[in-house]
């Protein structure tokens, strides 16, 4: 690129002749327009608030750069504002060692994975390189050295770029948005070769380099505004796919809770995002026998959501032993052995008899399930835990039994209740839900199942707007007193 012409040798005069002046105006028109672009640019990607891609950022800073730099080398301009061209100078100086980090900043997002060390690596050098140039500048130490050493490390760079962009890149045809640029990049060339030419007095004519610069912007523009759009349809498709899997989730949920006589049920789902790993169903089965199953998947989004899908299919085929709850948990998980590698599924399933006036229960690395009085609010935790699901294939489980009361609260739960974390970073815990339980154990089963998930966000400070940092079930099954 060319160097900024020194300033320090304009007379300090404010006549200029009406040849310098069109010209001046036509780097204003020039400058305008950059500065247009650049601050559109930025302006786009501040107005988008939640993406991750900052080509849009690096390309208006780039553009923003230039057009200042153009402004600031146009001596008629400079005495219209009064800019001592001894400050302009520093000022372009100090743009041309640095606007060469925003452009690389920008390919550092273009280019593939593999490359994106030797981009970093040239980032390193050139900021290395633009702090010391400035002090030198500031201080007037060997200016020649710094600008010979400049023009090297932009030659340098270019080349390199368009190395990693054109040369070594997948084989077949040039995408068409690279294309652009590559065209965009030889016109910029030329001009900026003829500005060198004319800086050594081979060709004669003025500095015409920003015309070559626009057309370079362009092309670049076209490059960052096809990768914008294509993220944005990619992250529409995506979030499409996501509305089909949260139908898909919801759909396999229960509709409603079964309606038992001398039973009440209450069950809430609260999902971290669109869709979750948590699940919970029940199977109804003939006379008053009841079984209930909560499962967490590890992990969250789609994946543990495809899992969780995966179980409702093998929960589904159980009845035959939904009597035994170590039967129901071995099922699920020869069910779901070597589906998965990097998830695994912790399970509760409880079996009620009402007639026979029982409660199996088994676990599978899941957290304890909670017994309450609701005569005198008297709660304990049972806990019968075998392996993971979806580990082990040869895993075994037990369970316990339990006499069914009148007025016995059974609570199951997945453990985003209990992780529940304050700003301290303390989890909500057992003992608080056991505390909890026993100070309202007056409360209907949907009742209390409202206000616990209410205190726990409380807890939690999502009731001031902090994010859930995972999902949460809680089923609470009563037996009530018969009259």
């Given at each position: 690129?060319l160097?900024?012409?020194?300033l320090?040798?304009?007379?300090?005069?404010?006549?200029?002749?009406?040849?310098?002046?069109r010209?001046?105006?036509?780097?204003i028109?020039?400058g305008?327009?950059?500065?247009?672009?650049?601050?559109?640019?930025?302006?786009?990607?501040?107005?988008?608030k939640?993406?991750?891609?900052?080509?849009?950022?690096?390309?208006?800073?780039?553009?923003?750069?230039?057009?200042?730099r153009v402004?600031?080398?146009?001596?008629?301009?400079?005495s219209?504002?009064?800019?001592?061209?001894?400050v302009?100078?520093?000022?372009?100086?100090?743009?041309?060692f640095?606007?060469a980090?925003?452009?690389?900043?920008?390919?550092?997002e273009?280019v593939?994975?593999?490359?994106?060390?030797?981009?970093?690596?040239?980032?390193?050098?050139?900021?290395?390189?633009?702090?010391?140039?400035i002090?030198?500048?500031?201080l007037?130490?060997?200016?020649?050295?710094?600008?010979?050493?400049?023009?090297?490390?932009?030659l340098?760079?270019?080349?390199?770029?368009?190395?990693?962009l054109?040369?070594?890149?997948?084989?077949?045809?040039l995408?068409?948005?690279?294309?652009?640029v590559?065209?965009?990049?030889?016109?910029?060339?030329?001009?900026?070769?003829?500005?060198?030419?004319?800086?050594l007095?081979?060709?004669?004519?003025?500095?015409?380099?920003?015309?070559?610069?626009?057309?370079?912007?362009?092309?670049?523009?076209?490059?960052?505004?096809?990768?914008?759009?294509?993220?944005?349809e990619?992250?529409?498709?995506?979030?499409?796919?996501?509305?089909?899997?949260?139908?898909?989730?919801?759909?396999?949920?229960?509709?409603?809770?079964?309606r038992?006589?001398?039973?009440?049920?209450?069950?809430?789902?609260?999902?971290m995002?669109?869709?979750?790993g948590?699940?919970?169903?029940?199977?109804?089965?003939e006379?008053?026998?009841?079984?209930?199953?909560?499962?967490d998947?590890t992990?969250?989004?789609?994946?543990?959501?495809?899992?969780?899908s995966?179980l409702?299919?093998?929960?589904?085929?159980?009845?035959?032993?939904?009597?035994?709850?170590?039967?129901?948990?071995?099922?699920?998980n020869?069910?779901?052995?070597?589906?998965?590698?990097?998830?695994f599924?912790?399970?509760?399933?409880?079996?009620?008899?009402?007639?026979?006036?029982?409660?199996?229960?088994?676990g599978?690395?899941?957290?304890?399930l909670?017994l309450?009085?609701?005569?005198?609010?008297?709660?304990?935790?049972i806990?019968?835990?075998?392996?993971?699901?979806?580990?082990?294939?040869?895993?075994?489980?037990?369970?316990?039994e339990?006499p069914?009361?009148?007025?016995?609260?059974?609570?199951?739960?997945?453990?985003?209740?209990?992780?529940?974390?304050?700003?301290?970073?303390e989890?909500?815990?057992?003992?608080?839900?056991k505390q909890?339980?026993?100070?309202?154990?007056?409360?209907?089963?949907?009742?209390?199942a409202?206000?616990?998930?209410?205190?726990?966000?409380?807890?939690?400070?999502?009731?001031?707007?902090?994010?859930?940092?995972?999902?949460?079930?809680?089923?609470?099954?009563?037996?009530?007193?018969?009259?």
């Amino acid at each position: 690129m060319l160097q900024p012409a020194s300033l320090a040798n304009l007379a300090a005069t404010s006549t200029f002749s009406n040849a310098e002046w069109r010209w001046t105006i036509l780097a204003i028109g020039i400058g305008a327009i950059l500065l247009t672009i650049g601050f559109l640019a930025v302006g786009v990607f501040l107005f988008r608030k939640q993406t991750t891609d900052r080509t849009l950022l690096y390309f208006g800073i780039y553009v923003i750069l230039y057009a200042v730099r153009v402004f600031l080398r146009e001596p008629p301009l400079l005495s219209v504002l009064s800019i001592s061209p001894a400050v302009a100078g520093h000022f372009i100086r100090a743009i041309t060692f640095t606007f060469a980090l925003p452009l690389l900043f920008l390919f550092l997002e273009v280019v593939q994975t593999r490359w994106r060390p030797v981009i970093l690596w040239m980032l390193g050098v050139q900021l290395v390189f633009a702090t010391f140039a400035i002090l030198f500048d500031l201080l007037g130490v060997a200016p020649r050295a710094v600008d010979i050493t400049n023009s090297l490390l932009v030659l340098a760079s270019w080349i390199l770029l368009i190395v990693l962009l054109f040369v070594f890149r997948p084989p077949g045809r040039l995408p068409r948005e690279l294309r652009v640029v590559a065209v965009g990049l030889v016109v910029d060339g030329l001009f900026v070769l003829h500005a060198n030419l004319a800086g050594l007095a081979v060709l004669r004519g003025r500095d015409v380099e920003p015309i070559g610069f626009l057309v370079f912007v362009f092309s670049l523009g076209y490059l960052v505004a096809h990768r914008v759009f294509a993220k944005e349809e990619s992250l529409f498709a995506i979030q499409k796919e996501l509305e089909i899997a949260e139908q898909i989730q919801t759909s396999i949920l229960p509709r409603e809770v079964p309606r038992l006589a001398g039973v009440e049920i209450a069950a809430r789902y609260l999902p971290m995002s669109a869709v979750a790993g948590d699940f919970y169903d029940f199977l109804t089965l003939e006379g008053r026998k009841l079984g209930i199953l909560v499962a967490d998947v590890t992990g969250h989004g789609v994946p543990a959501a495809l899992i969780a899908s995966m179980l409702k299919v093998a929960f589904a085929v159980q009845t035959a032993h939904a009597q035994n709850p170590e039967r129901v948990l071995i099922g699920l998980n020869q069910a779901l052995c070597g589906k998965f590698e990097e998830h695994f599924v912790t399970a509760v399933y409880l079996y009620a008899d009402l007639d026979a006036k029982i409660v199996r229960y088994a676990g599978a690395g899941h957290p304890p399930l909670l017994l309450c009085s609701r005569s005198n609010g008297a709660t304990r935790s049972i806990e019968q835990n075998g392996l993971f699901l979806g580990m082990f294939p040869d895993a075994a489980y037990s369970s316990i039994e339990i006499p069914l009361r009148q007025d016995d609260r059974y609570v199951l739960y997945t453990d985003g209740l209990l992780e529940s974390a304050n700003a301290k970073g303390e989890e909500f815990g057992l003992p608080r839900c056991k505390q909890f339980l026993e100070s309202h154990f007056r409360l209907a089963a949907a009742a209390l199942a409202d206000e616990l998930l209410s205190e726990i966000a409380q807890w939690s400070a999502r009731s001031s707007g902090r994010a859930q940092e995972d999902d949460m079930t809680l089923i609470v099954f009563d037996c009530q007193r018969q009259s």
